[in-house]
């Protein structure tokens, strides 16, 4: 009891001196991995601010800074830890990076020169320095880097297709078919380059080949809108204008904001006679761009056919605004006013459309030309374009950066996404879709004894705003003094259950081990203190195994923690519910079975249960069984489980 209390007492003073850069660093980088980015930058802080010469805090900050968009930011950090070591390959890989989404195009290129000098072998790196060279316009330079990447990976199939990019760059469209040709000879399952021989077609106006072409690219990359606006545009010139309108739909399902889908959708519609629903679209066009007089002309004509006629002569009367002499609008708006019973109006626009005639040589007007198959630039203004169907300006390819760094964190950790362990913390679990709030009767005991902070069970991974964070110090500083002041063990437990429990919510998951391990020499009977502790120890050997460091010892730390907390508390499914996510994380599959369901034996409305034992069905090759719990788990409020389900059937 003495070295208890000893422990307990010395226990403020010891953290703080033992709590150097190394540990900030440390957990500021496990607040990253977990995304937590605002957090991590907290810790780095406190790093930079102790230790300003070290690099690793300036560049792991920057790292945080680039996953929250803070470009510029991130940059300025990268270019720190160069200053303080500029031997790092990772610093100028992320400060070019970092540059791309600025368009500083040549910096970028400066960059990857300097990394490549350390990193020769590195054909990310290589295929970075290409791209802005490309962008930068550098195409002379950038032929000759792909020239020696084809020598050095003879077999990378990107080389080549960043190589007929170049070629259409300079007009030559024969070396881009046979760079693209060799591209696809080498992986013909990549679908930007099935997607980049498409628009070398439909630059020709081959529109069958070009619509095979971008329907492999679809079967390849179904998620991807620019395939099916491109796919539309190629039927539509084939006249196949019901496969024309799914494509649109797709498209704009995927992507609900895009310009081009809405209005060509929208002339399709007119086209069709869905008049209804194609000024549906045009009213989308015109609350992206509302000075947009093409989009208010078409509308105008959908108006004036479905009969309103004072809100199409609003829309004529802003384009006839714009352009005077557009009598082919006026004679529509004079129409418009005739049926409204205003004759003035009316006469004075066919005034204006007669004098017209009459000023011409041969004393007419000529109508406007309704040819059909017909596309317009989407810069171009001429409003005798008016009904021909858009597309972009340049056609440009879709840049594929090498990166590390490329998406989210949590997008590289796994194919298969099991939902996390249930643990404790101060945020109390909500949800719009499910009822049933997680309750553990030790829990509440807990918290009728304490008489502090209530503690609530959650899986939900929370990330606190910076007012949070403050607060989160605060209190473990406010948490310490007590500690520091509790003259007996029995009094200090639940205090140091609480530590734990704000240290876990900083990321901060060695102190709240600490805490745990001391909580459990005063009280070895506690399932909460072992529960939290495997917790705990859980989320570090999954950053550890992020980072290659071997965790089969840790993880079977944790499997004792959870069978001692079962133990003590035989009746709380989520502790079956966590050893079921452990033994997934060790490849045990069968026993992770056998402890989903007996959680779900306990507690028949657990969710995520349901969910984790069908993804491990699914991945057991129990197809049937599978997807029968991920569809209960939706039923019970986890929609995303309707997703799983759609791709395995």
């Known amino acids: 009891m003495r070295r208890i209390l000893y422990l307990l007492i010395v226990w403020p003073v010891l953290a703080s001196a033992q709590f150097n850069t190394d540990r900030l660093v440390m957990i500021g980088r496990s607040a990253l991995y977990y995304e937590d980015y605002v957090l991590s930058i907290q810790y780095f802080n406190q790093a930079i601010s102790q230790k300003p010469w070290l690099y690793e805090p300036w560049f792991f900050r920057g790292v945080a800074k680039y996953y929250l968009d803070d470009f510029r930011g991130a940059e300025n950090d990268c270019t720190e830890a160069i200053e303080r070591n500029p031997y790092v390959v990772s610093a100028y890989e992320l400060r070019g990076l ?276 017909q596309m317009r630039k989407r810069s171009d203004e001429d409003l005798e374009k008016y009904n021909q169907l858009v597309v972009a300006d340049e056609q440009e390819v879709e840049h594929e950066y090498a990166s590390d760094y490329r998406g989210r964190v949590q997008n590289r950790k796994a194919e298969m996404n099991y939902l996390p362990m249930y643990g404790l913390t101060f945020t109390q679990p909500f949800s719009e879709v499910k009822r049933d709030m997680p309750y553990e009767r030790s829990v509440e005991t807990f918290n009728q004894n304490s008489g502090s902070k209530m503690i609530y069970v959650s899986c939900d991974q929370t990330k606190l705003g910076e007012q949070q964070m403050k607060q989160t110090f605060a209190y473990i500083d406010s948490l310490s003094t007590v500690i520091e002041h509790t003259k007996t063990t029995a009094d200090v437990k639940s205090y140091l259950l609480l530590r734990a429990i704000a240290y876990c919510s900083i990321q901060n998951f060695d102190n709240a081990i600490d805490d745990l391990s001391i909580y459990l020499q005063i009280d070895s009977t506690s399932s909460l203190a072992y529960w939290q502790r495997a917790v705990c120890q859980a989320k570090i050997n999954e950053f550890n195994a992020s980072q290659g460091t071997n965790v089969e010892l840790q993880s079977a730390n944790v499997l004792g923690d959870l069978s001692d907390a079962i133990r003590l508390a035989s009746q709380n499914a989520y502790l079956y519910y966590d050893r079921g996510n452990l033994y997934v994380q060790r490849n045990d599959y069968q026993h992770a079975i056998d402890d989903y369901s007996r959680a779900i034996e306990l507690e028949p409305n657990l969710a995520e249960a349901y969910f984790n034992r069908g993804i491990v069905r699914l991945q057991a090759k129990k197809t049937a069984e599978g997807i029968a719990d991920l569809s209960k788990a939706g039923e019970l409020g986890l929609y995303q489980a309707y997703s799983v389900i759609k791709k395995y059937q």
């Open 98 to 373: 970092c540059r791309i989404n600025q368009k500083k195009f040549s910096e970028a290129v400066l960059d990857y020169d300097k990394a490549l000098r350390y990193d020769p072998e590195n054909q990310s790196l290589w295929h970075n320095r290409i791209l802005c060279l490309i962008q930068d316009k550098n195409y002379d330079r950038a032929l000759a880097e792909i020239d020696t990447m084809t020598t050095h990976w003879s077999k990378y199939a990107r080389a080549y297709a960043m190589q007929a990019e170049v070629y259409l760059l300079q007009e030559d469209t024969v070396k881009a078919v046979q760079s693209l040709d060799k591209s696809l000879e080498i992986d013909p399952y990549d679908g930007g380059i099935w997607a980049e021989k498409a628009m070398i077609s439909l630059a020709g106006e081959e529109w069958q080949a070009g619509e095979e072409y971008l329907t492999k690219s679809i079967h390849l990359l179904p998620k991807h809108p620019g395939n099916y606006i491109n796919r539309a545009l190629a039927r539509y010139n084939q006249g196949n204008l019901r496969g024309a309108m799914a494509d649109y739909d797709t498209a704009l399902d995927l992507d609900p904001n895009n310009f081009l889908g809405h209005y060509n959708r929208g002339l399709l519609r007119a086209q069709v006679g869905d008049d209804n629903r194609g000024i549906e679209d045009f009213d989308f066009v015109l609350k992206l761009e509302p000075d947009n007089l093409m989009a208010l002309f078409n509308r105008a004509l959908l108006l004036e056919q479905t009969g309103n006629l004072r809100a199409a002569i609003r829309d004529y009367s802003k384009v006839i605004e714009e352009f005077p002499n557009f009598w082919f609008g006026l004679e529509h708006r004079a129409s418009c006013y005739r049926r409204l019973g205003n004759t003035k109006q009316a006469e004075l626009d066919e005034f204006r459309i007669l004098k017209a005639q009459i000023d011409k040589r041969y004393g007419k007007q000529p109508k406007m030309t309704q040819k059909q198959r």
